[in-house]
Each structure stands twice: as C-alpha cells, then as structure tokens.
C-alpha cells in the first residue's frame, strides 16, 4: 500500500514543484469512497496524503456509483439504489472529508452527478441536481462540478441569473467544521458517518426513506431552494475514471 501511496504523492510534490513558477493551482480528482475509506483502496488514494501536495481535492461523489451504501451504527443505509438518495451521498460524503482534512487549508470541489443512472435506470433531472448543490451549501462549501458522459447539461439544476451572478463574485475562503471523533474501519465498504450526519427524508413517492441514527428527522431541502453561497462550473475537462489520482493546474484565483 505504501509503495502505491508514495507512486501517487511522488509524482504529485514533482508536479507542484515544476509548477511553482507559474502561480498556478494544482487539483487531485480521487474516487468517491476515499472520503470512507482509511486504506488507499487497492489504488494509492489516500487523502490525508495527497491533500498537501494540491490546492483542491475533487471527490467524485456520484451517487449511483455508492453500490456498497453507507453504513450506520452497523445499520446499511442506500443499498437498495443510491442514487435515490443525492442529498445524502454527497453530504455525508463531503461531511466526512472536511472532518479529516479540517487540519489543512485545502479547497473540497466535488464532481456531482448529472447523468442518468445507468445501473438501476433512474433518470437524474433539475430536482437531483438541485439537491446535490444544496448538500454541498449545507456544508459552507462554493463551488462543485457536474459530469455527464456526453457533455450535456441541458436536464436543468441550474438558474442562470442568480448563479451568473453569484459567479462573477470572488470565492471566499471555505469554513471548516469542528472535527469530530469518527471511526472508518478498513473494509471494502465504508463502516460509518459521524453520528451527527443530517439525514434528510425522501421525496420521491414510493421511495424509501433514510433515519438519522438520532431517530430525528429533519426535512430534505426542496429544489425551489435557491442558494447563497457562489458556485462556480467547470465544464472544460471530463473527470478521469482511471485509478490513480490526476493532478490539473488552474489559474490562481487566491
């Protein structure tokens, strides 16, 4: 693992290096069960270790590719189809990684989900897309990335006055949570969230609901919920669905 880890890391302190000069960022895009997962899952990802060697870490947290779900108190949680559920995947998800990377001052941009699932057939539309931006405000964060295989971003989630305008803004340095206490075990699924973790209620008739371990319920946002915070959309390059993590340079906007 360790050999895997520093071929990743390695290559990445070369990269920022060689960069230096040129006042540039650098971002990693790493799987989405990295934010779970202690161990470098067979493939060097680990993100403690890549996150000082880059500026922005990209999770890829599609919900429908979650096939394992969430675990809970030793209960499973969205299983039976997550994508069913992109409020909670990302936000549990996204929760998790600004607890273990709270110590740096590294910028969380995560790939969201825009295309259709093609596991179970659930079609992703303005409400799916709405709901995993919102996951992502929730939690202070600005910005995120959608991909779609073809490159097509016309099924809604967005309201091109406001977020036009929000873009045009300068980003604001990302709160950090108060780290809490969590425990991921090294398995091939992901063992826990923090116990604190919202847990919204569906709404999509028919389908099954997720309990917060609390027993409390708070309401999902709905996606009439128009957002504060200033996203930003990168639409340039399609994140890479090879193993290792890549790194990318993009224009200093500090």
Not at 197 to 223: F, I, K, L, M, N
Not at 228 to 240: G, I, K, L, W
Request: net charge negative; proline share 11%; no cysteine.
């Amino acid at each position: 693992m360790e050999t895997r880890v520093r071929a990743i890391t390695g290559f990445l302190a070369r990269a920022r290096q060689a960069l230096e000069p040129y006042n540039v960022w650098i971002g990693a895009d790493v799987f989405g069960y990295t934010s779970w997962r202690q161990d470098d899952m067979g493939i060097g990802q680990r993100i403690e270790d890549i996150a000082p060697h880059v500026d922005v870490l990209s999770p890829m947290l599609y919900p429908n590719l979650f096939w394992s779900g969430l675990a809970v108190d030793g209960q499973a949680y969205f299983t039976d189809n997550p994508a069913a559920y992109p409020y909670e995947i990302v936000n549990w998800s996204l929760k998790r990684v600004l607890e273990r990377l709270a110590h740096t001052d590294i910028m969380v941009r995560p790939w969201l989900q825009y295309y259709d699932d093609y596991i179970s057939g659930m079609r992703y539309g303005d409400r799916e897309v709405r709901l995993q931006k919102q996951a992502a405000y929730d939690l202070g964060l600005r910005s995120w990335m959608f991909w779609d295989e073809f490159n097509r971003y016309d099924k809604g989630g967005f309201n091109q006055e406001i977020e036009a305008e929000a873009w045009a803004q300068p980003e604001t340095p990302l709160p950090r949570p108060t780290p809490q206490p969590t425990a991921v075990a090294d398995t091939a699924a992901p063992t826990t969230v923090p116990n604190d973790a919202p847990v919204r209620e569906g709404d999509r008739q028919g389908q099954p609901t997720a309990q917060p371990p609390s027993g409390q319920e708070e309401p999902r946002p709905t996606a009439e919920v128009q957002p504060s915070p200033q996203p930003t959309v990168e639409r340039q390059e399609q994140p890479r669905e090879t193993p290792g993590a890549q790194a990318t340079a993009t224009p200093d906007v500090r």
